[in-house]
């Protein structure tokens, strides 16, 4: 397969949006809906994911100077989780590698949900890329090669996308009050520990989205609002630490730092917004779009969808969630600190994406207390679990960054160590009865009675 092949695999399964629109388009096909519908279904679907990642873009940017001004306040070094970073180091090794598995693996995601239990289509293309890529880096260094790297990492990444929508969907479940949607985003092992300490703490505990504001205060009931006055104070806060002159020489180009603080919040409350608005519009298209693929291709399948997709059900606990997950990101830092491990600094767009879902998890099951303590455990685990996946990473794991949220994390030490127990030809056996006993759980469920069915429900 030549280069620009790949690469057109790469860029076209990478893109929620362009996943979203194929998708819309072919269940809207597979429904023989008129032309126009078609038409209009498909292009809005495409143009909801567009206003979501124009969204996340404008938070990314916002919250990158907040991070810079954080490090240069506190002098504090260390490895700095971020996806990005590390995925476009490894794709300069193992690029051909992490193509072919992202390829074949989503359609062993689409084979999984068809003939096993597990019914999501995980349709966040670039987590599937990262997840691809940290396949790809864990078994090459393991000694796998060739075809066997390309299947076994194939069916280990369609497994991923089906196990990890499938433990969380009982909380997306009392999130958004109905079945119809999964939760495509590879950090469920924080959002299901924050819904769990939710249940144990939560008893009585009033929703974020109920908090009471005094009369004079009731403008801090617009989300926007809230969000644009508390990250400006906080914006301003680090900002006065950090000081002007590192400010303004380093991250605002000459202007006043506070202005250029303050600009910068409001920017991070635009981009929420935004988002917001997105997520409605795709909500609309992509359900009604996706039974045409439950019904026809992958009976009783559901969207497993990016984190985003959540926000708009508890907006407040979104905020929430972000300042809880840092805190819990800079006590996790100290104590790895005082304990002699590598430092994991808090990166701010991972703890403000899996904060705010940990929030929205926490909150759905156990209301404030639940949103407060769920992603303070989440910032707590997605700065300790890079620290026991470096090892397996070769030569990556030496590097200044890593992997953030805590699928990859879990996946790549489960994998890493895995295949250094049993080696290359245990873990392709181990990967195949996984599949096979998958495969025959779902044919046992399909030769039960109806009633037991339900019954099980």
Same mark, same amino acid.
């Given at each position: 397969m030549g280069e620009r092949a790949l690469k057109l695999i790469v860029d076209v399964l990478s893109q929620p949006a362009v996943l979203i629109a194929i998708i819309s388009l072919i269940g809207?096909?597979? +429904?023989?809906k008129p032309a126009n519908e078609v038409v209009k279904g498909?292009?809005?679907s495409f143009l909801g994911f567009i206003v979501i990642s124009a969204g996340a873009g404008i938070l990314v940017n916002s919250l990158e100077p907040f991070g810079k001004m954080f490090q240069a306040a506190f002098h504090v070094n260390g490895v700095v989780p971020n996806n990005e970073a590390i995925v476009a180091m490894a794709l300069n090794e193992y690029g051909t590698a992490t193509a072919l598995i992202m390829f074949f693996g989503m359609f062993a995601n689409i084979l999984i949900a068809r003939f096993t239990r597990l019914k999501y289509i995980f349709l966040t293309g670039h987590h599937t890329l990262y997840m691809a890529c940290l396949i790809a880096v864990i078994l090459a260094v393991a000694g796998l090669k060739g075809p066997l790297l390309i299947g076994v990492g194939a069916v280990s990444l369609g497994l991923a996308m089906g196990i990890f929508p499938a433990i969380v969907q009982p909380f997306m479940r009392k999130i958004t009050g109905n079945d119809k949607v999964a939760f495509g985003h590879f950090s469920t092992i924080g959002y299901c520990l924050s819904g769990l300490i939710g249940k144990a703490v939560g008893k009585g505990s009033r929703s974020t989205e109920d908090i009471r504001f005094p009369k004079g205060l009731g403008f801090l009931r617009d989300s926007s609002v809230s969000i644009a006055l508390t990250m400006t104070v906080l914006?301003?806060?680090?900002a006065l630490f950090a000081g002007a002159g590192y400010v303004e020489g380093e991250l605002s180009g000459g202007t006043h730092y506070l202005v250029f603080s303050v600009i910068q919040a409001v920017t991070f409350a635009a981009g929420v917004f935004i988002i917001l608005s997105g997520v409605r519009l795709v909500l609309a298209e992509i359900v009604p779009a996706f039974k045409g693929i439950s019904d026809k291709l992958v009976p009783d399948s559901k969207p497993a969808l990016d984190c985003p997709i959540i926000f708009p059900y508890a907006p407040n606990a979104v905020l929430l969630g972000f300042f809880c997950s840092f805190a819990g990101g800079i006590t996790g830092m100290f104590i790895l600190g005082a304990a002699g491990a590598v430092i994991i600094l808090p990166g701010v767009v991972p703890h403000f994406f899996t904060g705010a879902s940990a929030g929205v998890f926490g909150n759905a099951a156990g209301g404030i207390r639940g949103a407060v303590l769920g992603s303070f455990v989440n910032g707590l685990i997605i700065t300790f679990f890079p620290v026991f996946l470096l090892p397996v990473m070769g030569d990556l794991g030496v590097a200044n960054t890593t992997f953030s949220d805590t699928d990859f994390a879990a996946t790549g030490i489960v994998l890493g160590n895995a295949v250094k127990l049993l080696g290359p030809a245990g873990i392709t056996i181990g990967i195949a009865a996984v599949a096979a006993?998958?495969?025959?759980?779902?044919?046992? +469920?399909?030769? +039960?009675?109806?009633?037991?069915?339900?019954a099980e429900a």
């Open positions: 809207l096909i597979l +429904q023989k498909t292009t809005k914006y301003v806060f680090i006993a998958s495969v025959l759980l779902g044919f046992r +469920q399909k030769k +039960q009675p109806e009633s037991d069915q339900k």
